[in-house]
């Protein structure tokens, strides 16, 4: 068996070797790579440069929110920013220093603050202190450097809408009992509807300044993916027309220019794979196909708990024909489902928040009809194959009994 295995294995390695020559270096197709420039993004980053440039004295510059949708380019061009900064400062020698971290990657307040520590070399455990102690530590080492400090907060959002805003309210406040150093803070956020999660407090002292990242059309995408291309593959093997297929399916749906480069990334190693020895608009259709799926079952599979059991709530609803449910049915569903699971449900307005989150999502489709003098309420159904959620929710132990499960809510319904 293993020398097959090695065989197999061998074949493969060799095609791949003595095959097409596709990439030049498809590294840079991926959502990592930060280029030298970036299309249709110089107005941001001159108006972001100019916000950040305070800090090069090593005074207090204005906190920033940074809205739009993923692939925008909201954190590349923060990165390539303060990169250059950064750069600058050394220089300079001037007394300021970036701490860039991802919210949804740390997930508690406690992991950030802790992060935000080792920026400035305070250690601390990577548990077991109280959350009030890590944040006194990190106040009293930022004091003993006197400089400025530039905290990003990558997809803050992910940490406001499942902790609450007590990381912002304290970082928004710290400047207060500074003397020889400064805080600054850049939020960047995938959600536009941000700020309806922030106390009034919160929000007036963070949003100082605040910067949309639009989605771009299909011209601009072009004009990204062909800079790219230049780079990450080899001359006269992409094919215009697979340019073109690319921005046209992307600026169609979303804007997203990380989706794009997936998608003449995995059109090229299609090509390759079959040793073709060009990347054509077959190949960008096929790629297309392949992403979609493999996406929607990577989003399925890192969905957070709650989002997950609601999105069962919609199946099991879906199930008794109820093929357009209101937010009560909704709840009412899954507050049966956590007291089955053992979890401790959410209230109904976070539920209400999570369905928003899975209509942006994709995963539901959610619109609000006029109920005449009785008011408005929203319609919600599901925005993929009840079988695929199936699928890809009964791979994870807890929620595969679920699907059985009939809600005494739900008597009323007759089931399928």
Known sequence: ?????????????????????????????????????????????????????????????????????????????????????????????????????????????????????????????????????????????????????????????????????????????????????????VGISNDLRFKEFLDPRVLSALSEEEVIFNPYNADQLRDILMDRARLAFQEGILSEGAVKLCAALVAAEHGDARRALDLLRVAGELAEREGAQSVLEEHVRRAEKRIEHDRVGEVLKSLPTHSKVVLLSVCILNRANVRHSITGDIYNVYCELCEESDIAPLTQRRVSGLINELDVIGLLNTRVVSLGRYGRTKKIHLGIPKTFIRNILCQDERFAPLFEYVPRCLTAYPTE
Not at 48 to 54: C, F, H, S
């Open 1 to 185: 068996m293993h020398n097959r295995r090695s065989d197999a294995l061998d074949e493969v390695f060799e095609h791949f070797l003595h095959g097409s020559n596709i990439f030049r270096e498809r590294e840079v197709l991926t959502h990592d790579y930060i280029p030298e420039k970036f299309p249709h993004r110089e107005s941001e980053i001159r108006y972001l440069g100019e916000i950040v440039a305070p800090a090069l004295r090593g005074s207090l510059h204005s906190n920033v929110l940074i809205y739009g949708k993923t692939g925008t380019g909201k954190t590349a061009v923060m990165q390539f920013v303060l990169s250059s900064l950064t750069h600058k400062a050394k220089e300079l020698g001037s007394p300021m220093k970036v701490c860039f971290l991802n919210c949804r990657l740390s997930g508690t307040e406690y992991r950030i603050f802790s992060s935000l520590c080792n920026a400035i070399s305070v250690r601390v455990p990577f548990t077991g202190l109280a959350l009030a102690e890590v944040f006194d530590r990190f106040r009293e080492g930022l004091e003993s450097t006197k400089m400025a400090l530039v905290v990003v907060l990558d997809e803050v959002d992910a940490i406001v809408k499942s902790r609450g805003d007590f990381l912002l309210y304290e970082l928004t406040r710290i400047n207060e009992n500074l003397g020889q150093s400064k805080i600054s803070i």
